[in-house]
């Protein structure tokens, strides 16, 4: 069973930037994928972005496309999200998850394995 943990939440200012991190542990991820979701003060979670462990496919939401870089270091089992400018609606705590799958999908139901979130907040 896959354990996820992320790190690298905080307060950032208005255009900054910020990366974080999630380190898998417990089981080989190499049949996986592994992705970022958002939940937003008030609202659902939602996908942000995702990774094909193998290959390291990338998918990217469109409302953040151009402003996010998700990548992985196969050495250490652990997945980034990379956020460049951002605005308040960036707001949101953030979690990793994972599913031996083929193909990136977007929706929540379809990952078993989640990190406990982390709070980022875009703020003056």
């Known amino acids: 069973q896959v354990q996820l943990a992320e790190s690298g939440g905080g307060l950032v200012q208005p255009g900054g930037s910020l990366r974080l991190s999630c380190e898998a542990s417990?089981?080989?991820?190499?049949?996986?994928?592994m992705s970022w979701f958002r939940r937003p003060p008030g609202k659902d979670r939602e996908f942000v972005a995702g990774i094909r462990w193998s290959n390291g496919g990338f998918l990217h939401a469109t409302s953040v496309r151009g402003r996010v870089t998700i990548s992985r270091d196969v050495a250490v089992n652990t997945m980034y999200l990379q956020i460049d400018n951002m605005t308040p609606a960036d707001t949101a705590v953030y979690f990793c998850a994972a599913e031996p799958r083929p193909l990136i999908n977007t929706r929540v139901a379809e990952y078993r394995y989640w990190g406990q979130g982390t709070q980022v907040t875009v703020s003056s």
């Open positions: 417990g089981s080989s991820v190499s049949e996986y994928v």
